[in-house]
């Protein structure tokens, strides 16, 4: 790779981080605490990158490339990333990863009929990360047993939970989308069931599990009855992240 | 005349390929570029989607932290002379590898910070050894990964400590027996000679070049890793389990192979409960020092010859002692 091309590519990569960092298209990769850095590297890049071409082009010198090394053919490499988000665009995890109920997560010390309490809204909007970890505590469980609640999530029929249900997600991530955990609830008595990969903002109450319930493999996350939903835009911020960090 | 054309062409034609190459490249993006709605519809197969996302997570991801690695190598390499470094460190080895050690807290971020930092070490003159004690000690205890690990074992504090030690252990006895065995033989680094001519051109020389190369091993490890992703299901982790030793090499060869984010790595050990803690403990002290990104970055930066002693050996001192640490604190 020669002086000139390197510096392209560096130039080039910045302006995707840049334009990533800029715009919500970092939100499918990564959490938004990531947004300053990224764009950090991407100004780093790109002036160091738009810094080595004027240099090539003032002193192109016949020694030069062997003087600063040649960065070797794997630089090449760097178009890759550019190439994929143009050939695919930018998208979130899709239900390609959606499987079974999450585990271990971290404990859970949120107190959703406080939180119900203190905002403004009649139905609570929750995480359902929220109706995940709340469930299994004793006031928490009360509460949602008892209370509609609001959520939003992606709909799937990855596991098949009986006629008129289907399976909401959304994914949990902690630092990228490489390490996502799909969290997922079981909703039933809907009269019509939206697509597959529709977006909705849903309203729904925890139900107990019937003992007649389908087994673990195909049973996602709790099991709750619809009141009402209705179909939403993907939301710029897809993921969820834990309440406790 | 037709001798003296054929032997003419003979010496241009690797340049002109070379030309060529560039030209199609660009010429390629633009192209796609242009075309991308139609391309879009012919890729939303989702498991090649899938394999995007996580692609671009990784690399976006490890981006930031590369790129301050690269500057901080490049500023160690143009403007901290030469000497300075070597006399800032004790003389003997078994003194100055576990100052490097502790001396990893201090950069804070990711594992793919290190390894260009370190080239830049061993470049100005410190000890292989010492400066690999660093690149190792760097991502596993910071105050960021700390904190992160203790967030995600809420019910088992030590498993901080025993992170905490264990890594740091591995470090230390991986850097003494790197001075013993190894020396300054099979690593390969970057000599410098910017000590003369314009400093900011030198520094941003270094870093581009670095870049350039880092970067581009970082898009084999990424692929590598979306790939893993992609082909293994979620719920086959789910069904692997076990205890024992079985359990925690199962573990650590998870830890190379998923490539997770040091930041990260603890919320996916969180949720493999199946496992004994010890086990966990191994898929943590190992990710942040050997995996498939890391390899391709230490590959990049200090050679085959280099890699192919140095990742066996760490990877087996790391299950070691998280033996060790596991079976005294956990």
Request: aromatic letters at 8%; charged letters at 15%; glycine letters at 8%.
């Given at each position: 790779?020669?002086?000139?091309?390197?510096?392209?590519?560096?130039t080039?990569?910045?302006?995707?981080?840049?334009?990533?960092?800029?715009?919500?298209?970092?939100?499918?990769?990564?959490?938004?605490?990531?947004r300053?850095?990224?764009?950090?590297?991407?100004?780093?890049?790109?002036?160091?990158?738009?810094?080595?071409?004027?240099g090539?082009?003032?002193?192109?010198?016949?020694?030069?490339?062997?003087?600063?090394?040649?960065?070797?053919?794997?630089?090449?490499?760097?178009?890759?990333?550019i190439?994929?988000?143009?050939?695919?665009?930018?998208?979130?995890?899709?239900?390609?990863?959606?499987?079974?109920?999450?585990?271990?997560?971290p404990?859970?010390?949120f107190?959703?009929?406080?939180?119900?309490?203190s905002?403004?809204e009649?139905?609570?909007?929750?995480?359902?990360?929220?109706?995940?970890?709340?469930?299994?505590?004793?006031?928490?469980?009360?509460?949602?047993?008892?209370?509609?609640?609001?959520?939003?999530?992606?709909?799937?029929?990855?596991?098949?939970?009986?006629?008129?249900?289907?399976?909401?997600?959304?994914?949990?991530?902690?630092?990228?989308?490489?390490?996502?955990?799909?969290?997922?609830?079981?909703?039933?008595?809907?009269?019509?069931?939206?697509?597959?990969?529709?977006w909705?903002?849903?309203?729904?109450?925890?139900?107990?599990?019937?003992?007649?319930?389908?087994p673990?493999?195909?049973?996602f996350?709790?099991?709750?009855?619809?009141?009402k939903?209705?179909?939403i835009?993907?939301?710029?911020?897809?993921?969820?992240?834990?309440?406790?960090? | 005349?037709?001798?003296?054309?054929?032997?003419?062409?003979?010496?241009?034609?690797?340049?002109?390929?070379?030309?060529?190459?560039a030209?199609?490249?660009?010429?390629?993006?633009?192209?796609?570029?242009?075309?991308?709605?139609?391309?879009?519809?012919?890729?939303?197969?989702?498991?090649?989607?899938?394999w995007?996302?996580?692609?671009?997570?990784?690399?976006?991801?490890?981006?930031?932290?590369?790129?301050?690695?690269?500057?901080?190598?490049?500023?160690?390499s143009?403007?901290?002379?030469?000497?300075?470094l070597?006399?800032?460190?004790?003389?003997?080895?078994?003194?100055?590898?576990?100052?490097?050690?502790?001396?990893?807290a201090?950069?804070?971020?990711?594992?793919?910070?290190?390894?260009?930092?370190?080239?830049?070490?061993?470049?100005?003159?410190?000890?292989?050894?010492?400066?690999?004690?660093?690149?190792?000690?760097?991502?596993?205890?910071?105050?960021?990964?700390?904190v992160?690990?203790?967030?995600?074992?809420?019910?088992?504090?030590?498993?901080?400590?025993?992170?905490?030690?264990?890594?740091?252990?591995?470090?230390?006895?991986?850097?003494?027996?790197?001075?013993?065995?190894?020396?300054?033989?099979?690593?390969?680094?970057?000599?410098?000679?910017h000590?003369?001519?314009?400093?900011?051109?030198?520094?941003?020389?270094?870093?581009?070049?670095?870049?350039?190369?880092?970067?581009?091993?970082?898009?084999?490890?990424?692929?590598?890793?979306?790939?893993?992703?992609?082909?293994?299901?979620?719920?086959?982790?789910?069904?692997?389990?076990?205890?024992?030793?079985?359990?925690i090499?199962?573990?650590?060869?998870?830890?190379?192979l998923?490539?997770?984010?040091?930041e990260?790595?603890?919320?996916?050990?969180?949720?493999?409960?199946?496992?004994?803690?010890t086990?966990?403990?191994?898929?943590?002290?190992?990710?942040?020092?050997?995996?498939?990104?890391?390899?391709?970055?230490?590959?990049?930066?200090?050679?085959?010859?280099?890699?192919?002693?140095?990742?066996?050996?760490?990877?087996?001192?790391?299950?070691?002692?998280?033996?060790v640490?596991?079976?005294?604190?956990?």
């Open positions: 790779m020669k002086p000139l091309d390197r510096a392209r590519a560096v080039a990569t910045g302006a995707l981080a840049l334009w990533m960092g800029l715009t919500n298209a970092m939100l499918k990769y990564l959490k938004s605490s990531m300053p850095w990224l764009v950090l590297a991407g100004i780093g890049l790109v002036a160091m990158g738009v810094y080595s071409l004027i090539e082009r003032r002193h192109a010198q016949p020694d030069h490339t062997h003087r600063t090394g040649s960065g070797g053919t794997i630089g090449w490499l760097l178009v890759t990333p190439v994929i988000v143009i050939a695919f665009g930018a998208n979130a995890l899709g239900t390609f990863a959606v499987s079974g109920p999450a585990s271990g997560l404990s859970y010390a107190d959703i009929a406080q939180y119900a309490a905002a403004d009649h139905v609570p909007k929750l995480r359902i990360g929220d109706i995940i970890e709340g469930a299994p505590e004793r006031a928490n469980r009360e509460y949602l047993f008892t209370h509609d609640v609001r959520f939003i999530g992606f709909v799937n029929h990855v596991g098949y939970a009986g006629p008129r249900s289907f399976i909401v997600t959304r994914y949990l991530i902690s630092c990228c989308a490489a390490d996502a955990i799909p969290l997922s609830v079981t909703i039933n008595g809907a009269t019509t069931v939206p697509e597959n990969n529709q909705i903002d849903i309203t729904a109450r925890l139900q107990p599990v019937p003992n007649s319930a389908p673990q493999d195909t049973f996350g709790p099991l709750m009855r619809v009141t939903y209705k179909p835009h993907e939301p710029d911020g897809p993921y969820e992240s834990l309440r406790s960090v | 005349m037709t001798v003296a054309a054929v032997s003419g062409g003979d010496t241009e034609a690797p340049e002109r390929k070379r030309r060529n190459v030209g199609i490249v660009w010429a390629n993006l633009a192209l796609f570029f242009l075309y991308q709605e139609s391309v879009h519809r012919f890729l939303a197969y989702s498991g090649l989607r899938h995007s996302t996580i692609f671009l997570a990784t690399m976006l991801q490890a981006l930031p932290f590369l790129v301050l690695g690269v500057v901080v190598g490049a500023a160690i143009a403007f901290v002379p030469a000497v300075a070597a006399r800032a460190l004790p003389k003997r080895s078994i003194l100055a590898v576990p100052v490097a050690g502790l001396a990893g201090l950069l804070p971020g990711c594992e793919c910070s290190a390894a260009p930092v370190t080239n830049r070490l061993v470049s100005r003159g410190v000890e292989p050894a010492v400066a690999l004690t660093f690149l190792l000690a760097a991502p596993a205890i910071n105050p960021i990964v700390v992160a690990t203790a967030v995600a074992f809420p019910n088992h504090p030590e498993m901080v400590w025993a992170r905490f030690i264990a890594s740091l252990a591995t470090a230390i006895i991986v850097g003494l027996i790197w001075s013993r065995v190894a020396g300054r033989k099979w690593i390969r680094f970057t000599t410098d000679d000590d003369h001519g314009h400093r900011l051109d030198a520094f941003v020389a270094t870093a581009t070049n670095d870049f350039a190369q880092a970067g581009g091993f970082l898009v084999v490890g990424a692929s590598l890793v979306a790939t893993m992703q992609t082909v293994v299901p979620a719920h086959f982790l789910r069904s692997l389990g076990g205890s024992g030793f079985a359990a090499l199962t573990m650590a060869c998870l830890a190379v998923l490539s997770v984010c040091s990260a790595d603890a919320f996916v050990a969180a949720g493999l409960i199946q496992f004994s803690l086990a966990r403990l191994a898929f943590l002290v190992v990710g942040p020092m050997i995996d498939l990104k890391l390899i391709a970055l230490q590959i990049a930066v200090f050679g085959r010859a280099f890699a192919a002693r140095f990742a066996p050996l760490v990877f087996i001192i790391a299950i070691l002692s998280s033996i640490v596991g079976a005294v604190l956990l």
